[in-house]
């Protein structure tokens, strides 16, 4: 059963394991698709970071993702022919090029990613927290790698 609102506190996110140095930089928070080995469905409404090897919490919700990461996240060049993704810097500097354009982004910025445009996040001596919402999204399946 899906619980009626999911509360995530920046405080939880910052405190998040996976976004602390040496961990993976990463966290999903509502996802397309639960991937139960990893995941599992929020019962409290309000989100808080697993214990280390543990199952995080996550909202489902058909066609939409929501994520943070920082610096520490593995990035890529990609694009998608369905989602549209929309960065919004939490905290710090963030520089993402879209199309070969780079754009820096400050606390409180966002960045409109519209399908079929190539972009990257490149971390490069920057420290930044970023919450990325992916609408019309189909998960993993429509994210395209350019090299």
Known sequence: MTTPSLFIPIHSIKSDPALQPGDRGERKLLVTELY???EKQAEDIVWHPPATH????VQVMGDTEIA????????????HKQGTEIYEVIEGIMKIFVEGDEYVLDPGDMMVVNPGAVHEVKP????FICR???????GAQ???IVI
């Open 54 to 57: 543990k199952k995080c919490s």
């Open 36 to 38: 139960t080995t990893t």
């Open 132 to 138: 990325v919402v992916t609408v019309n999204c189909k």
């Open 142 to 144: 429509d994210k395209y």
């Open 68 to 79: 943070v990461f920082n610096q520490h996240a593995s990035q890529d060049r990609h694009y």
């Open 124 to 127: 490069e001596n920057t420290l």
